[in-house]
């Protein structure tokens, strides 16, 4: 019973060992084998982007980070922990072994060393060793992880506000002429005007304002405009237009065009009237300048094509950069109103001064003041 | 069909006359009214080419038969078909100036971006008409 029992035993352990064995070659980290000392003492954890960039395999402190530096966007992904089962044997130089053949090695190591049957407990010590090295080598490369997802994390901020930055410089705000040539005509927009209801209690920004102006300016058939620089604000410039002599813009798309607007409707007397009267077309430009800065018109004489150019050469939209300032009490939004006529024999006109009407009867005529979007 | 020469002239002078003078007062209203503004100058530029020539020589004929009236000068029978043939001529031509006037509401060119523009059409066939008066007035039978 006794032998039966002992045999039992024998069987048992050698099953056991078996079993051990079995698991410690599947392990996806291994060891070093002692005999291979040239060998990288570490091969796990190791970022799957350093192994790519560089070839080897490594688990210093400095490669995740150094590879989260070297491409911040791929540094999520460079910095994620793998096992060594994702190294690829092509991509791995000769003096780098996977975890498999190291552990092969250590085993005909330790064959070599102990023999087959004897010195079992010390091969047994030797994969504690083994196996205690590669838990260390996962511990660090958590830490490297964590570190380069931190180096990441910290290498991405201020790459991002980078962006950011440089696409505000890639895209200059253009500037519009300051002090702004003297214009025909200049209204003041009230305050309470320019700021919904909503935003009169909270902390309200020039992009509300342009909002605001940018609806106004939609309602009454303004779709086009540009954007300018003026210190410590911004210029919205609208597109030229022809209007009547009592400034009512004329119907689409007589309204946008400079060229002479024929007869459309024939009756005698208005065949007369156009045969024998020389009618000068009116323009208008109006260019709306949000600033806390006080300015006085400067002495320049503005033509039709600096009109044009003016919408031309102008953002499309209010730059985040100025948008984004607060827009407070000392702020004032002041229409300027350009004016030309233009003569019926000429292709060009010139700037009414003083302009026929005045600044706030522009606006009024033109359907910006009387637009629904003032009355929130 | 024969008609003299004496009537044949009066006929193609009032026509030249009326159509000189109709185009003469409009443009003298327009350049009044300002029409033309500071280019009234083109304008009256490109009238006086157009008419005084024909005018001119309409008046030098009459001129010297009224200073030749001898018999045989007022019996003098014209070519008919080289009368209507000028004088169809030139009522197209007259027309053709006018309505470069009267159709300037209609265009969106200037009046005198206009005017400059009719010498395309106008020229040669102001050649026509020109070559047909000389060839009437100078073939008698």
Redesign the interface.
Known sequence: MNMIRLIGVIILSTWICGCAEKAAVTRPVGAVPPTTKSAPTVVSSAPVAAQSNQGVVFSGATGAPIAAEAAPVAAPIAAKPTTSKRVSKKSAPPNVYSASEQLEGHAKSAKAVYGDTGQKAEADANRARAEAKAKASREEGIVIWKKSARGEAMARAPAAEGVVAKLFVEVPIPSFPWPPPVASATAIVPQYLLLPKTLATSTPMLKDVDATLSKALDLAGYTDKSYYAVPQGFAMVTRLERIDADGTPMQEPTRWSMEKKPLSKFSFSTYLKALFTAEPGYYRVIVFVVTPVPFAQKDAVVTDADARVWLEGGLNKLPESIGSAAYTDGFTCTALVYEFEQPATQKSGKIMMPGLLSGKTHLIKARIWSANVWEH | MEMKMVECKKHLAVVWFVGGGVLFF?LF??SI???????VADAWGWLMPSIMPTLSLMIAVFVMDALNKSRQVQDVIADVFLFRLTFYLSIAYLVVALLT??L?????????EIMQLSHLWMGPFQGLVTASLGAFFMKNK
């Open positions: 409009i209203l327009q009214r300002g029409v033309y503004g500071d280019k006037i009267l300037q509401p209609f265009s969106t060119s200037s009046p005198s």
